[in-house]
């Protein structure tokens, strides 16, 4: 390994070198026929990951331009959404929502708790003009997934739309957009797909797409509008279907990404992924640390656990990251200080990686004299 981190933080992760190699390749133009079936290769693929008939787009930009994409696209300045959230992103949703002039409604569970099902339909019978429910399937900020298979369905039942924050799930974790019922929903290259930093890929069904045509104007400008990058896919299909220049080398990088996780599966990638978390949290909790929540609504993707009683746990970040070059993620908001995060995607999820972390783990609660603290 070079000087560089190595990351299990939960995103961005390390890739692998031929992701690398791909980056590195001379620039391409964004349009004729070679890039086209590049991008189409890779919208086709993502599908299959997605697990939806509906149509994909690769959104030059971060995870939230997607999220803000989504939600901005289907709904009208002064329209009513709801987004329950349990930490960082769902609050992230909630002021993107907010600053499209949106109407918010919103509430939180209790600390370390997942949204359930049953508090989305009881929010949505006490809130009958909502028009749609914005959650985030797996809240990196806290290790949690939410209960989005049957926040998908309360939404449908009450006839509104489900827009799902997948950043951190799809391709980790369980997630069938066109069975759930889920109408639109955004990842990103990088995280669970392993791709490099630099495109969202958003995922709509027909329902999203009957909204986008319903004639009120939307919330949306001109870039982050879905109706923009369908609107090019008709138009300029053959040989540049999306509306601006892309980042060649980082689609070029992603399909190369998809492709392999395609060849992997999808499927073995979630249970890949599950095994790594159990792995670490079998080993953390071996060497006396609490979890921060219990297997049941943990994410495969993230493992976030207490520090050991009397463990400056910040200090221990520190300590990974100054002698072994291991970057773990510390707790946010309320749990900043007393938690730390390690995630599961992308490279960290490599089983001699894993253990390394907990060998040194192990070396820091030597060294910092907390062995035996706990017992
Ligand atoms: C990482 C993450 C984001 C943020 O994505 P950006 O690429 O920084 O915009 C949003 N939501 C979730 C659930 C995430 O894990």
């Known amino acids: 390994m070079d000087d560089r981190e190595f990351l299990m933080i939960p995103g961005p992760v390390s890739v692998d070198e031929e992701i690398l190699e791909a980056l590195g390749r001379s620039v391409r133009a964004h349009y004729g026929d070679a890039w086209t ?4 290769h ?6 299959d990951v997605f697990k939806t008939a509906g149509e994909v787009h690769l959104v030059f930009g971060s995870g939230i331009a997607g999220v803000e994409m989504c939600i901005s696209s289907v709904l009208s300045p002064g329209d009513e959404v709801l987004i329950p959230s349990n930490g960082l992103f769902g609050d992230r949703m909630a002021e993107v929502a907010i600053a499209n002039r949106l109407q918010v409604h919103s509430f939180r569970p209790g600390l370390s708790e997942a949204i359930t099902a049953a508090q989305v339909r009881a929010a949505l019978a006490e809130h009958p003009g909502v028009r749609a429910v914005c959650i985030v399937h797996h809240e990196t900020s806290v290790g949690i997934l939410n209960e989005v298979e049957g926040i998908c369905r309360a939404a449908r039942d009450h006839g509104v739309l489900a827009i799902v924050d997948g950043i951190s799930s ?22 669970c797909i392993g791709g490099a930093i630099g495109v969202a890929p958003v995922a709509a069904g027909p329902r999203a797409l009957a909204a986008l ?13 879905l109706a923009t990058w369908r609107r090019y896919t008709e138009l300029w299909g053959g040989w540049h279907p999306h509306p601006t220049t892309m980042p060649t080398n980082v689609i070029e990088a992603f399909d190369l990404a ?3 996780l395609l060849e992997e599966g999808v499927e073995n990638r979630w249970r890949r992924l599950a095994a790594a978390r159990d792995r670490v949290r079998d080993g953390l909790e071996e060497l006396g640390f609490e979890m921060l929540s ?3 609504v943990a994410s495969p993707v993230t493992t976030a656990s207490f520090g050991l009683p009397g463990m400056d746990v910040s200090d221990y970040i520190e300590w990974l990251l100054k002698n072994h070059r291991i970057r773990i993620g510390g707790g946010l908001g309320e749990l900043r200080g007393r938690i730390f995060r390690v995630g599961h995607m992308g490279r960290a999820a490599e089983p001699e990686a894993i253990d390394r972390y907990l060998r040194v783990t192990a070396d820091y609660i030597e060294q910092a004299g907390l062995a035996g603290v706990h017992k």
């Open 37 to 40: 079936q590049i991008y189409k």
């Open 42 to 47: 890779a919208t086709a693929s993502m599908r």
């Open 170 to 191: 799809v391709a980790g974790v369980p997630f069938e957009m066109d069975a759930w019922g889920a109408d639109l929903c955004v990842t990103v290259a990088n995280k």
């Open 213 to 225: 045509d319903d004639g009120r104007p939307k919330a949306a400008g001109w870039y982050l509008n």
């Open 258 to 260: 998809v492709t392999r």
């Open 294 to 296: 219990p297997t049941s």
